[in-house]
Nanobody
């Protein structure tokens, strides 16, 4: 059974850094992507990074490009999100999520493409 468990959230001052972790288990396919999404109060869920776990290509929206870095380690059991130069608008509940994809079509890295979600970890950036 696929499971994703986030950790590493907390309270940080603007300009600071946090590293989130997403522990993965139950994955048997070679074709999946791990996305990080966030949801601020009274806002929709938005993607902040995507890592194709087959070819390790990455995607970031402009809002976090050059500040956030997604990575994994050799065994692919954990995916990390390094967040630097944090801003108050980065505050929200951060989720990691898995999308299984057909290699002929690639991954969407969108909310609608997610197959499994973690429960989230809270990030609070103060001014």
């Amino acid at each position: 059974q696929v499971q994703l468990v986030e950790s590493g959230g907390g309270l940080v001052q603007a300009g600071g850094s946090l590293r989130l972790s997403c522990a993965l288990s139950g994955f048997t396919s070679d074709y999946y992507a791990i996305g990080w999404f966030r949801q601020a109060p009274e806002k929709g869920r938005e993607g902040v990074s995507c890592l194709n776990m087959n070819d390790f290509t990455t995607y970031y929206p402009d809002s976090v490009k050059d500040r956030f870095i997604v990575s994994t380690e050799g065994a692919k059991r954990t995916v990390y999100l390094q967040m630097n130069n944090l801003k108050p608008e980065d505050t929200g509940l951060y989720y990691c999520a898995a999308e299984f994809f057909n290699p002929d079509f690639g991954t969407t890295c969108q909310v609608d493409g997610v197959d499994f979600w973690g429960r989230g970890t809270l990030v609070n950036v103060s001014t």
